[in-house]
């Protein structure tokens, strides 16, 4: 098999300075992709990482558009292409979170989460696709989640979101399938993430119990497993899906989510 699998190819990754978003940009740039990072977190200390994962030569630059408003979205494709003279890999990660009861969301939140978790997927793609179409060969993987299948209390505005990401997803794919782009999403379970972390950290200083029990009662509310997803584990899918192998793979939510939605 070819180490570097997409040697050649260029990815821009939405909401890539933390999180999953970062451990799939490092995935991409490890099997060869050159690299436009997205975000608002630490964007020196993700391009430093980004840098390590691709090795010598490998090429990252940094765009930050923000993901709730349109015109930036374009402007970040744009200059993608400027930049590395073409787009391949289009990962539409970026994402914010609210809970609430539907009667209590606050109405702003609402629209926020539209807007950067399902909004922001269908811009990027609309600037991104026609590039990928001429030249015959593109890749775009929408991060939805184990939300895009299923639902949870309190998560209405990011359950929708998702479930819309995923329809648009599948639209997409049939809208692509005699060509040599492919549409597919990626719908993890719970990730080990600082951001989950600080829900371990959380729930045993509330249960009065120890990281590991914590863990175990998180987990065992919904993912059988009782193990995390690893953002290791997404971005290995994801260069799957960037491969040749996964070329008639269209329009799929793939879940990694410990046998969730099995239940």
Known sequence: ????????????VTGSTSGIGLGLACALAQAGARLMLNGFGDVEAAQAEVARAAGAGGEVDYHGADMSKPAEIEA?????????????ILVNNAGIQHVAAVQDFPVERW????AINLSSAFHATRVALPG????GWGRVL?????????????????????????????????ETATRGVTVN???????????????????????GVNLAEATRRLLGEKQPSLAFTTPEQLGAL???LCSEAAGNVRGQ???????WTAQ
């Not at 970040?76 to 391949?88: I, N, P, S, Y």
């Not at 993890?188 to 509330?206: E, F, H, M, S, Y």
């Open 142 to 174: 929408n991060i939805a989640s184990v939300h895009g299948l299923v639902a949870s209390a309190h998560k209405s505005a990011y359950v929708a979101a998702k479930h819309g990401l995923v329809g648009l997803t599948k639209a997409v794919a049939l």
């Open 238 to 240: 994801a260069v799957f």
């Open 132 to 135: 990928m179409l001429t030249r």
């Open 76 to 88: 970040m494709v744009r200059a993608c292409e400027q930049r590395f003279g073409t787009l391949d």
């Open 1 to 12: 098999m070819h180490s570097k699998p997409l040697q050649g190819r260029t990815a821009l």
């Open 253 to 259: 939510a793939w879940g990694v989510d410990g046998g």
């Open 111 to 114: 629209d926020a989460i539209i």
């Open 185 to 207: 999403a990626i719908c993890p379970g719970w990730v080990l993430t600082p951001l989950v972390q600080k829900q371990v950290d959380a729930r045993a200083a509330q249960d």
